[in-house]
Nanobody, 115 residues
Framework: VQLQASGGGLVQAGGSLRLSCVVS????????VGWYRQAPGKQRDFVAR???????VYDDSVKGRFTIDRDIVKNTAYLEMNSLKPEDTAVYYC??????????WGQGTLVTVSS
């Protein structure tokens, strides 16, 4: 299984970006897909996930600003990021999970928010 993340870039504070994560297998076969992020010198932190039942969970730091979604036809997960802040600057990693098995990770896409 491969995950290909894209959509990162440089944006001013208050701007928006939409990240995509293409999964090489049926996205519906995973119990959840989601996003983590890692800022320079920091640990990788949870951002958001969506389950096979379309239940969504967000970290408090992004609630109301980020929206996670998935397209089961395109086997793609999306992270719509609005009202971006400099503290959102990080490498964003998508992952896919099947319960009881190790998470599968994409290669990461860099998001830089300038003040």
């Amino acid at each position: 299984v491969q995950l290909q993340a894209s959509g990162g870039g440089l944006v001013q504070a208050g701007g928006s970006l939409r990240l995509s994560c293409v999964v090489s297998e049926s996205i519906s076969s995973f119990d959840s897909v989601g996003w983590y992020r890692q800022a320079p010198g920091k640990q990788r932190d949870f951002v958001a996930r969506i389950t096979k039942y379309n239940t969504v969970v967000y970290d408090d730091s992004v609630k109301g600003r980020f929206t996670i979604d998935r397209d089961i036809v395109k086997n793609t997960a999306y992270l719509e990021m609005n009202s971006l802040k400099p503290e959102d600057t990080a490498v964003y990693y998508c992952y896919a999970n099947r319960i009881g098995l190790p998470d599968i990770w994409g290669q990461g896409t860099l998001v830089t928010v300038s003040s």
